[in-house]
């Protein structure tokens, strides 16, 4: 039976939607206040859920010292108190939920190794989340 571990992380961030596709007034219609020049933050939470059997003798599917170690060191530290729109893969990419969350699993998955990643979700707001699972 394949058990799923799921750990939950947060990090602060600021962004503007905004695409350099459109033109100023179709930002503006597309994003409405999202796209404010000035930018806005987010409390993001993060979910990773790894997957795997339950060592008879740890009684553990990973440890979980090991999956944080990746996400503080790949994630937390990449992420955290930035300006998403600063960074490399938001110079061509809108840093939406749903492009974060992408980024977030391609670095996770890179990087856990021979820990299976089953899933990452992002909650951007109380009101919305997204997630990516590892098909
Ligand atoms: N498909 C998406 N739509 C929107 C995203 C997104 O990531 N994917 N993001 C935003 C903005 O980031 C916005 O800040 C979050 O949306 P919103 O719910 O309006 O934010 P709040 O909950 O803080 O809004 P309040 O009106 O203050 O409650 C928009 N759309
Ligand atoms: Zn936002």
Same mark, same amino acid.
């Given at each position: 039976?394949?058990?799923?571990?799921?750990?939950?992380?947060?990090?602060?961030?600021?962004?503007?939607?905004?695409?350099?596709?459109?033109?100023?007034?179709?930002?503006?219609?597309?994003?409405?206040?999202?796209?404010?020049?000035?930018?806005?933050?987010?409390?993001?939470?993060?979910?990773?859920?790894?997957?795997?059997?339950?060592?008879?003798?740890?009684?553990?599917?990973?440890?979980?010292?090991?999956?944080?170690?990746?996400?503080?060191?790949?994630?937390?530290?990449?992420?955290?108190?930035?300006?998403?729109?600063?960074?490399?893969?938001?110079?061509?990419?809108?840093?939406?939920?749903?492009?974060?969350?992408?980024?977030?699993? *391609?670095?996770?998955?890179?990087?856990?190794? *021979?820990?299976?990643?089953?899933?990452?979700?992002? *909650?951007?707001?109380?009101?919305?989340?997204?997630?990516?699972?590892?098909?």
């Amino acid at each position: 039976m394949k058990a799923h571990l799921t750990r939950r992380y947060w990090f602060v961030a600021s962004h503007r939607l905004h695409t350099p596709r459109l033109s100023e007034a179709e930002n503006r219609e597309v994003y409405g206040k999202c796209n404010n020049p000035f930018g806005h933050g987010h409390n993001y939470a993060l979910e990773v859920t790894v997957g795997g059997q339950v060592a008879p003798d740890t009684g553990m599917v990973y440890n979980l010292a090991d999956v944080d170690r990746v996400v503080r060191k790949h994630i937390l530290e990449r992420y955290d108190h930035q300006n998403l729109n600063c960074l490399k893969e938001f110079q061509e990419l809108v840093p939406t939920t749903e492009n974060l969350c992408l980024a977030i699993f *391609e670095i996770l998955k890179r990087n856990l190794a *021979e820990i299976h990643l089953d899933k990452v979700r992002l *909650e951007e707001t109380s009101q919305n989340s997204f997630e990516v699972v590892n098909e």
